[in-house]
């Protein structure tokens, strides 16, 4: 069950957060992991965590915002079954203080970095028959969340997206869904708290864990853990889904 062997997988952002858990759970199910990251340390640290329990694992430097890069780092992959769009930015702020330059800078990686890879890895999959491709949209994207104009903005596109390349490649055996998480604990969080909220970092914290009707933060792994059964033969009659994976935000909050 939920096996990856023989599979080449493709996961952006993968150095660190849920997509270094997604990096290495695949591996762990027998995947070959390709991590495409900006950041190149933090990834070829996360290749090290998985080469260390003997996964197949390969690093990537590309910024998935730029065409040519996308197009040249999956030439040097070759063909592929699995493709995680992870790699993503936030921003804080309204529709009359989110600055243009600022808008641009979300769109081109949370959608335009999404389309890149789409554009990249289709041709492939369907060179072996079919694969499964999974984009990381969020709770914004089906709900109205304070301060998050250009966040939200681009990860409704990403849903979006992926209703759109489930429809247009069903004969081609490529499933696409999507997974939309609230809060999740990863280092961004603990990033952002200690740059806004100096000396109150436990007592917001907690306040974030609570906004979610469970009373805490996901954990990567446990997005992970979807992750896997989306890509998985499991679930060859799953696409064209969105997953919120949100401890009852978008149901609960009332």
């Not at 952002?13 to 190149?40: P, T």
Request: proline letters at 3%.
């Amino acid at each position: 069950m939920l096996s990856l062997k023989n599979k080449k997988a493709v996961i952006t952002g993968g150095g660190s957060g849920i997509g270094k858990a997604i990096a290495q759970l695949f591996a762990k199910q027998g995947a070959e992991v390709h991590i495409i990251e900006l950041a190149v340390e933090a990834a070829q640290e996360a290749a090290n965590e998985i080469k260390a329990f003997g996964g197949n694992v390969e690093v990537h430097a590309c910024n998935v915002a730029n065409h040519a890069q996308v197009l040249n780092v999956f030439d040097q992959i070759g063909n592929l079954h699995i493709l995680v769009n992870n790699a993503g930015i936030a921003h804080v702020g309204k529709a009359d203080n989110t600055s243009e330059d600022d808008f641009d800078r979300v769109m081109n990686v949370n959608v335009k970095g999404v389309y890149n890879c789409l554009f990249a890895a289709i041709p492939k999959m369907k060179a072996v028959g079919g694969g499964a491709i999974l984009n990381m949209a969020s709770i914004a994207a089906l709900v109205g969340i304070p301060d998050r104009f250009a966040y939200s903005t681009a990860k409704g596109a990403v849903k979006a997206m992926t209703m759109s390349v489930a429809k247009d490649y069903l004969t081609d055996h490529i499933r696409c869904n999507s997974i939309s998480p609230a809060r999740v604990h990863t280092p961004f969080v603990d990033g952002f708290l200690e740059k806004n909220y100096p000396g109150q970092i436990a007592e917001m914290f907690d306040k974030l864990s609570k906004t979610q009707p469970i009373g805490r933060m996901g954990l990567p792994e446990e997005v992970a853990t979807l992750a896997l059964y989306l890509c998985s033969n499991e679930a060859a009659f799953i696409t064209g889904c969105d997953y919120p994976i949100d401890g009852g935000f978008t149901t609960l909050n009332n």
